[in-house]
């Protein structure tokens, strides 16, 4: 039997998720249990959104995490380069192998006319996909539409009958029809490949033997099953775990909670409880302990015991296994001594240092102005928002605004953050000191405090963030239908 082999492939376009950290532990884990290896890719052929910073980001997040990896990017193997872009060339070999065979065929039709394709069978009730337009064109007239420079993508051909049938490690025997299954495009008309191509070589090259993803993907397999025999190379296992969902049992995302590690890294979880909880998702040990090191779930791992139902993060069960991480594995001088390192990481007191010194008159003072820069989300009610010039539903109007011009930056220091604030208060035609009176509040707990803007540079985007949306909450939060409302007025500023 070859080595079990298995991977993390994250697209480097935003913050380090929960959701990568969750599924590159059970790949790990399933891995090392099997004498394995765990590889990590970045899948970065979305170059609109992709982003070096992204990159380090997960990287440095997974590393923090202890969450290693035995081949890929940062670590070398015999299968590299290990980022897509830089792996360009392969997939339009494999590309034309297919359209050689006439297992794919260039597409030429326009965005205006798949946009009325999928209003028409919407308003049909029909599956919305590709009807095939560009399959039935002659060789001599893909040909001359290609001489003439016209722009193209390149799609499977799929088979319009029958079922397609695979077995899946969790969920066993899974059937998919092929008319639900799309004529997926491989090569996009700017010669990058879409995930679902370059995830299939990529994983045939690189001898994954088993691909442990979310279960959002089931629906894809049948496409990359169908790549798999059109190459004819024998196809890996497949296992689609469960997806990490919200206490309302909605998938989880960063719009109803943090869902950044570098939020519960700068909130001050350990890394190890945050992985142990992470294994807690649908799994658990044999002998029923909740507590447990990385290396003894790689051990006990049985991929069997995965719990199809949704697992719920919940952040009381978070905070409970960190306390007794902090109680239980440190000792009173590692306990100092990893508070100390928390507290100032990023040389957050040596940045806090200038804000508050000019209003210190002894040490013992330092601990209430410093505060807000060491706590999570500072305590805020309604009544700290009134204010003569600005209701309820302005200041949440500004909070809400600010966030999302905030999660836009490129770069977080304190000019950027400036400009674009105040840019903003000048769209939303508000004097800048109203205008920052909510912030004030939710970043520091308080109408008057140190710089608001320092403060969010210091603090960081995650922090930030979070402080916001709970500032929103106690102001009474935002239903759907001001959500569409909100939105649309954003746009228009």
């Known amino acids: 039997m070859s080595t079990i082999k298995t991977r993390i492939a994250p697209s480097p376009t935003g913050d380090p998720h929960v959701g990568t950290a969750y599924i590159a532990l059970f790949n790990r884990c399933f891995a090392h249990q099997h004498g394995g290896k765990f590889l990590l890719r970045i899948e970065d052929t979305d170059q609109q959104r992709s982003t070096l910073k992204s990159e380090r980001g997960i990287l440095d997040a997974l590393n923090w995490l202890g969450l290693t990896w035995d081949e890929g990017l940062g670590v ?5 380069p290990y980022r897509q872009s830089e792996r360009v060339e392969l997939y339009r070999q494999h590309a034309n192998f297919l359209l050689d065979k006439g297992l794919a065929f260039p597409c030429f039709c326009s965005t205006q006319r798949l946009d009325e394709l ?3 069978q919407m308003a049909a009730r029909q599956t919305p996909g590709y009807d095939g337009h560009c399959l039935s064109l002659s ?3 893909r040909k001359r539409k290609m001489q003439s420079g016209q722009p193209y993508v390149i799609r499977m051909v799929v088979p319009k009958q029958g079922e397609c049938h695979f077995t899946d490690l ?9 008319a639900q299954v799309d004529m997926q495009v491989l090569m996009k008309s700017d010669g990058l490949p879409t995930y679902h191509f370059a995830n299939v070589v990529d994983d045939h090259l690189m001898a994954i033997t088993h691909v442990i993803r979310g279960e959002e993907w089931i629906n894809s397999v049948p496409k990359h099953i169908l790549l798999y025999q059109y190459f004819d190379w024998d196809a890996p296992e497949f296992c689609h775990m469960p997806l990490l969902r919200n206490p309302d049992k909605s998938k989880l995302s960063k719009r109803k909670n943090p869902t950044s590690i570098n939020f519960y890294r700068d909130m001050g979880y350990l890394p190890e409880a945050i992985v142990n909880y992470l294994g807690l998702m649908g799994w658990s040990m044999p002998n029923g302990e909740e507590k447990f ?3 003894e779930m790689a051990s006990a791992f049985d991929i069997k015991r995965v719990s199809l139902g949704g697992p719920t ?3 009381e069960k978070l905070d409970w296994l960190n306390g007794r991480y902090l109680r239980e594995n440190l000792s009173d001088e590692q306990f100092a001594l990893r508070y100390l390192q928390w507290a100032n990481s990023d040389d957050r007191l040596g940045r806090v240092a200038p804000l508050i010194k000019p209003r210190v008159e002894k ?3 330092v601990i209430g ?5 060491l706590d999570g989300i500072v305590p805020v009610d309604a009544a700290q928002f009134k204010h003569n010039k600005l209701s309820a539903e302005q200041n949440i109007r500004i909070l809400q605004f600010s966030l999302w011009r905030l999660e836009h930056l490129d770069t977080w220091n304190r000019d950027l953050i400036e400009k674009s604030l105040l840019d903003l208060s000048e769209q939303m035609n508000l004097k800048v000191r109203d205008f920052l009176f909510p912030l004030f509040v939710s970043i520091s707990g308080s109408a008057v405090s140190t710089s608001v803007l320092d403060s969010l540079s210091i603090l960081g985007l995650d922090i930030s963030r979070a402080r916001i949306r709970h500032g929103v909450e106690v102001l009474g939060g935002i239903s759907k239908k001001l959500a569409k409302t909100l939105e649309k007025e954003f746009r228009a500023l």
Request: glycine share 12%; hydrophobic share 40%; proline share 0%.
């Open 293 to 295: 090191a990385l290396s």
């Open 313 to 315: 993060f919940d952040a």
């Open 369 to 373: 102005l410093a505060s807000q820069f």
């Open 363 to 365: 040490f013992s003072d």
């Open 139 to 141: 060789q001599a007239e």
């Open 170 to 178: 969790l969920r066993g025997e899974v059937t998919i029809n092929w």
């Open 118 to 120: 999928r209003k028409a």
């Open 76 to 80: 070398g193997g015999d299968n590299g």
